[in-house]
């Protein structure tokens, strides 16, 4: 049974940082991608950035880019999203998945979800 449990998320202020970590069990933790979702209240679901755990290669939502980093550590089973310069508009929870597909940051085919964490950004 796949598993993926957030945590590291919190309450910062605007300019902040947190690293949010996603442990993975269960899970053939190659060959796939992976990624963090945010969902802010009223909002639709939307791709922060993804990792294709195979290649290496990596997306970011236009809005993250150049804040936020997403890496993995194979020996821990481990996805991370470090968030630098956090803004008010990142406040959302955050998700972690996973798809049974290379080289993806489609929400429609990340089939393995866990239960988020939330991220509150204040002015």
């Known amino acids: 049974q796949v598993q993926l449990v957030e945590s590291g998320g919190g309450s910062v202020q605007a300019g902040g940082s947190l690293r949010l970590s996603c442990v993975v069990s269960?899970?053939?933790?190659?060959?796939?991608?992976m990624g963090w979702f945010r969902q802010a209240p009223g909002k639709d679901r939307e791709g922060v950035a993804c990792l294709d755990i195979g290649g290496g290669r990596t997306y970011y939502a236009n809005s993250v880019k150049g804040r936020f980093t997403i890496s993995q550590d194979n020996a821990k089973n481990t996805l991370y999203l470090q968030m630098n310069t956090l803004k008010p508009e990142d406040a959302a929870m955050y998700y972690c998945?996973?798809?049974?597909?290379?080289?993806?940051?489609?929400?429609?085919?990340?089939?393995?979800w866990g239960q988020g964490t939330q991220v509150t950004v204040s002015a």
């Open positions: 269960g899970y053939r933790y190659s060959w796939y991608s």
């Open positions: 998945a996973a798809a049974p597909l290379r080289d993806s940051c489609q929400e429609r085919d990340f089939a393995y």
